[in-house]
DNA sequence: CACCCGGGTGCAAACGTTTGCATGAACATC
DNA sequence: GATGTTCATGCAAACGTTTGCACCCGGGTG
């Protein structure tokens, strides 16, 4: 049915073998054979089976990338970024959603493992050993996570902690409250770590909310909290997060950044767009799609373990932060 | 290295064809046996390699999902949508991205024939005739593009669009602006060939911007040719341009929706949360991931044409549309 | 001239499955 | 008790490549 290497061995009086070659070791055949295949295999429009080809060599050409929600507007620009890099490299790339789901990660990734020559695991939920046990099986570089012993793409969302909380003192606010994401998120440890280390060397309360889901629908139920308590100011797990909060904070008769600054993390479309604009981390997600390829194809075709990158992240100020109103700390 | 049927059969005493027929035709072998053999797999962590089924059996589990635009906002729900639906049923997809560009397309298709089962075309940038042509090398499901021959997945962009000519009219605007799309896209052939029928029927005057790029950059620009023009509404191609055309008439000094009425397609996030919110059409994208996936398996396994799914659109006002201004008409 | 070297090619085994066919056992039928 | 039927299993060829090895041939070296 298909044409395989053996037509066009047929078709340009070769030995298969010689076909092969002049496919995938150019260098070991006669230029002018070479040519004569070429346009045999052009001719009848040959293809080489990918799958014929892992079998025999144990190589797949194919990647896996997996996040937690391919919906959820931080991921899309990352994987696009890795899959261009990969088409780039001749890689195919399958795409995986866990759903937030480690059980479902968990199993995706096995059933992937002898699909794929390596893996981009992006913010998983899985505890560190499963990832290193996991990660005998099948080469991974993970993004947003640091497992010892495996390569690592760090987005280093501590410092843009850090700037937000700096933007917020220097506004004049004195009471931070930080809307905590998923426990088993790196990325949200950062942000409470930073946040708590920030706050305590400006002499400012830090107030632990949450945690609660990484959604629009968190934030949202997060906002009474909030305003029950003493801050002036929030950080939020995302932008996601943030926007559910400033909308729960109208509801509750709050104006943002009026009566509450708020600050994100992510800068995704939705930031730039939102009302008001959202003051949030921006992160390099589309230098960490790339890269993240290429730390992994780097380990895979030449076996060394390539460490660990970190990449900058910066605050970018919009309209949802501004100084407390003076009546502010009084309310409640 | 990896554990391979041989050693399942080894370690369970049996046959390797055996061991393969408890994996992929349970009812041929005996209950117990069958057992055996799953509990020796299980000790031994086995996984049947994909590629090697997929050599002898002409089957690779695998899909193709292509869009235009990974991060354009419209499509990872759709891609979410269909990469769920197609793991249910234990097949892996392959995500890739063209850039927009039918030549990047068109190749991205005959690299990934070979290796998939079939694949689903979103929002095509092709020509029918070369649609056709390589959909006889791989089975193919298109959406929100209607090729002859092939099962097709569509939104009845058609019906929203005239929704919003209706709302436009019921607010009183009489010159309506509609910026087009693509040329090779079917959603814009369609909302712009449903905003003339539907202005012609309500005796409103119809007046085509562009074409310019489906991007907030391309809605920008668009303002000005807009703004220079006697409409009041405007009808843009999606909802990023929508956004941009807000951006845009603002910064010349329009109001939205003062001075100037917009209407969007697609319904993404950012219609819910950009200043004004955008009234816009609402694309039925998880059905159409699902339903397309579902099409395109049927025929996979069947070898039947499943014929057109044409889904519905509704339109969901917002912010961005009132009545037109007094004076709008005589500006210029 | 004998020798070796190396580039170019063919040969055949291997990669891990599936599957049509043959075999054999158990059992029912007359 | 011979014959047929069914069920479970083994056997081996196939799927489309890659690759170590053997071979041939032309040309350089001593």
Redesign the pocket.
């Known amino acids: ?2 044409v ?3 037509d066009v061995a047929r078709e340009s ?9 002049a ?3 150019a ?8 040519t004569r295949v070429m346009a045999a295999a052009e001719r009848l429009g ?4 990918r799958a ?2 892992a ?4 190589r797949t050409a194919n990647l896996g990338v997996i996040v937690a929600d391919i919906a959820n507007p931080f991921f899309p620009p990352l994987i696009k970024a890795a899959q261009a890099q990969a088409r780039e490299r001749d890689y195919h790339v399958f795409v995986a959603d866990t759903d937030e789901r480690a059980r479902v990660e968990e199993e995706l990734i096995r059933s992937m493992a002898k699909q794929v020559d390596g893996a981009l695991l992006v913010a998983s939920r899985l505890s560190g050993r499963v990832i290193a046990e996991l990660g005998r099986d099948v080469p991974f570089v993970v993004v947003n996570r640091r497992v010892k012993g495996l390569p690592c793409v760090l987005m280093d969302v501590a410092s843009g902690t850090r700037q937000a909380v700096d933007h917020l003192v220097a506004l004049g606010h004195r009471d931070i409250a930080v809307l905590t994401g998923p426990s088993a998120s790196w990325t949200a440890q950062e942000i409470r770590g930073a946040a708590e280390e920030s706050a305590a060397r400006h002499g400012a309360a830090l107030h632990p909310v949450g945690p609660n889901p990484p959604t629009e629908e968190g934030g949202f139920s997060a906002a009474a909290e909030v305003a029950s308590g003493p801050a002036t100011a929030v950080l939020a797990y995302n932008d996601l997060v943030a926007l559910g909060l400033i909308r729960g904070a109208e509801a509750l008769g709050l104006s943002v950044p009026g009566d509450l600054s708020v600050v994100g993390v992510d800068n995704t479309h939705i930031a730039r767009h939102c009302r008001p604009t959202l003051t949030t981390v921006d992160m390099p997600v589309v230098a960490a799609g790339r890269g993240g390829i290429d730390l992994l194809l780097h380990r895979v075709t030449t076996g060394e373990d390539p460490g660990t990158v970190t990449l900058d992240t910066r605050l970018v100020v919009r309209e949802s932060t501004a100084p407390p109103s003076s009546g502010a700390s009084a309310r409640t």
């Open positions: 049915m298909a395989t290497i053996r009086g070769v030995h298969v073998s010689t076909v092969s070659r496919f995938s070791a260098h070991m055949v006669n230029a002018v054979t070479r040959y293809r080489p089976n014929a080809r079998l025999s060599t144990q």
